[in-house]
């Protein structure tokens, strides 16, 4: 179980990985659709997927000519028991979790920006 939770959790280290994880946290995507947001290749972005494909977190599957990724909703299951051996962590709430990525993509609320 370490090995994959030290997947998991180095999948989940990298902000672009995040992202791409609240992206489909409203529903399947082309590996195309998937890139469109980011600045950087279709290669970088496979890699990306790869990695989270790896670790568990997305599947990918081929339908007609075209790669579509999809969250795998009990993938952050391991990571969440691990986390609540510590007793400071609640069980992961997708809701939650897609909230808090939002925000963290986003960036500082427009009231909490600084001003000057």
């Known amino acids: 179980m370490t090995a994959t939770l030290d997947t998991v959790f ?3 280290a990298d902000p672009t990985r995040r992202a791409i994880l609240s992206m489909l946290l409203e529903d399947d995507m082309a590996v ?3 890139a469109e947001p980011f600045e950087m290749s279709l290669a970088a972005i496979s890699k990306h997927l790869m990695i989270l494909a790896n670790a568990g977190l997305i599947s990918q599957e081929k ?9 795998e909703p009990n993938a952050l299951r391991d990571a969440s028991v691990w986390m609540q051996g510590f007793g400071q962590f609640e069980p992961v ?4 979790f897609e909230r ?3 925000q963290e993509l986003s960036g500082p609320a ?3 920006a600084e001003t000057g």
């Open 10 to 12: 180095a999948a989940l």
């Open 93 to 96: 709430n997708l809701d939650a």
């Open 110 to 112: 427009p009231d909490q």
């Open 32 to 34: 195309t659709d998937v």
């Open 63 to 71: 339908r007609g000519r075209v790669k579509w990724c999809k969250l």
């Open 100 to 102: 808090f990525l939002e």
